[in-house]
């Protein structure tokens, strides 16, 4: 495993719409692991592929009760309103406040090709619709209401 670079809000890589994964190998089991320890090395919740420079329909979230792996995910049904901040890996330092579903359901391939359906609630929900955002080339800061405020020593 090792710890990948995450891109920034200026990438423009960060704004294309990634690609469908069709190979399910040992090249993607390594690509997964190297995600998850890059969410974890960064204390991120998710960590979207095109975060690290790679155009593929992945991400990887855990809320604190294990890291899930999202390949080809699909909104399946949202339902309800969450009001409350967000910040995100590749816009380092900054949060602000975003409007979301408060339940998500998303259909998704596991690493062997397996398809499976996660349901989530408030930060579940909140993760895995910011994280399926960055595979279309969309950034929380497109979501913001109000100002994008700077962690400062403050605030954190």
Not at 73 to 93: D, R
Request: glycine share 8%; with cysteine; net charge negative.
């Amino acid at each position: 495993m090792a710890t990948r670079t995450i891109r920034i809000e200026s990438d423009p890589l960060l704004r294309k719409v990634s690609k469908e994964v069709t190979k399910f190998d040992e090249s993607l089991w390594a690509l997964l692991d190297d995600m998850t320890e890059t969410m974890y090395h960064a204390d991120g919740v998710g960590l979207a592929a095109p975060q690290i420079g790679l155009l593929k329909r992945i991400f990887v979230v855990d809320i604190g009760e294990g890291v899930i792996e999202f390949i080809n995910p699909e909104i399946l049904e949202v339902e309800g309103e969450q009001f409350g901040e967000e910040g995100c890996l590749s816009v380092p330092k900054k949060y602000g406040a975003v409007r979301r579903p408060n339940y998500a359901k998303l259909r998704a391939q596991d690493r062997h090709g397996n398809w499976f359906e996660v349901e989530g609630e408030e930060l579940m929900a909140r993760a895995m619709l910011h994280e399926n955002d960055h595979l279309n080339g969309k950034l929380f800061v497109d979501l913001v209401e109000g100002d994008l405020v700077e962690f400062t020593e403050d605030n954190q």
